[in-house]
């Protein structure tokens, strides 16, 4: 857990690097406050779904719940604490945050990607074990026991770089309005790790023949569409 911990800080601090070059001192300040108010609440979202579904463990060890830097975080919590509280801040302070919304980009990017990076150091989100072929990558699992496996993480990353890719470079007006572009990033995130559930054979508890991640990426999708959909519908005029 502590690679994983020490690769998402750099994550954070590059795309804060990134996000305030070019800005003024009082746009750069609002970007780097705001981004911190979005790292927190995924944090304490990925953390408090964590800790619901294994309270059975910590209810028995209470001083453990704040222990964040000994593992234990939900990707799913920390998706949607994050759309929270872009809508929070996009009610709060509109003009303000849509503004800004391209600055918020790298700082996705550099997080989402090194999370799955960081996932294959780790032993989390592994994929299944492959017998034969070109295809499989040495990881670890949950016990740190390496085998050739379906290279998930890998997978998850290069496909989170290039949604990213693909959305800044959109530059027609009439499809992206204002504050829209973040959005569009948790909705490319959540639909690339809903479909890679899929491919992941590390244990999860499952519901209806799915895993739990695989209903909270749906969910995540759909809340994602339906912020787009209306938008779109009181904005497209």
């Not at 959109?170 to 995130?189: H, S, T």
Request: hydrophobic fraction near 55%; aromatic fraction near 18%; glycine fraction near 10%.
């Amino acid at each position: 857990m502590f690679i994983f911990s020490f690769l998402i800080a750099v994550a954070v601090i590059l795309g804060l690097a990134w996000a305030v070059v070019g800005l003024k001192d009082k746009q750069a300040v609002w970007v780097i406050d705001a981004s911190l108010g979005l790292l927190i609440g995924s944090l304490l979202a990925s953390r408090i779904i964590f800790i619901s579904f294994h309270w059975n463990y910590y209810q028995a060890h209470l001083l453990e719940i704040p222990q964040v830097w000994a593992g234990g975080l939900s990707a799913v919590g920390a998706l949607a604490g994050g759309l929270f509280v872009w809508v929070v801040y996009g009610i709060w302070k509109p003009q303000d945050f849509y503004a800004m919304e391209n600055h918020f980009l790298p700082l996705f990017m550099f997080v989402a990607v090194t999370a799955w990076l960081g996932s294959w150091m780790e032993g989390v989100a592994y994929g299944p074990r492959l017998n034969a072929g070109r295809w499989g990558l040495l990881s670890l699992d949950e016990w740190g026991s390496p085998a050739k496996r379906f290279p998930t993480q890998l997978l998850g990353a290069v496909l989170t770089l290039g949604w990213f890719w693909f959305i800044s470079s959109w530059k027609k007006p009439k499809i992206l309005l204002p504050g829209w572009l973040p959005v569009w990033g948790f909705f490319g995130i959540s639909s690339i790790f809903t479909v890679l559930t899929f491919l992941r054979a590390d244990p999860m508890i499952q519901w209806q023949g799915l895993r739990l991640d695989t209903w909270g990426g749906l969910i995540l999708i759909g809340c994602s569409a339906i912020y787009l959909f209306f938008y779109w519908s009181v904005n497209r005029t």
